[in-house]
């Protein structure tokens, strides 16, 4: 036990760096992956005249909101590969569920806000 009354937690100098060099190679690796999927999405948007303004934009919501959260999730792996000992880890995974649980309300309520208006949109068109 250290002099705050906690057991010292501590990775291995080679297995952080090893877990540090996944974290930046998932991180690069979900860059690519979402710039590729990006371009799909605008390809196929641009080649289909069918897609409406509002599933454009409810795509576009939804890339915005997978790259966020991953993004979270690579950040929260990252923070815990520097966590001191367990009530630190505890206290990052703690803060990482809270801060998910406040983002996937929030963008639950705005997708479907824009379902709403889309909804109302194309019903508008149609009378």
Known sequence: MN???HDHFEIPKNMRSMAEASVEQARRAFERFISGAQAASDSLSARTATVGAGAKDASAMAFSYAEKNVQ???DHAEALLHAKDLSEVM???REYLQTQMRAMTEQASE???LMGRTAMDV???KM
């Open 3 to 5: 002099e705050n009354g």
């Open 91 to 93: 206290r990052l995974q």
């Open 72 to 74: 979270a999730s690579l």
């Open 123 to 125: 019903t508008k068109t």
């Open 111 to 113: 997708m479907g806000q």
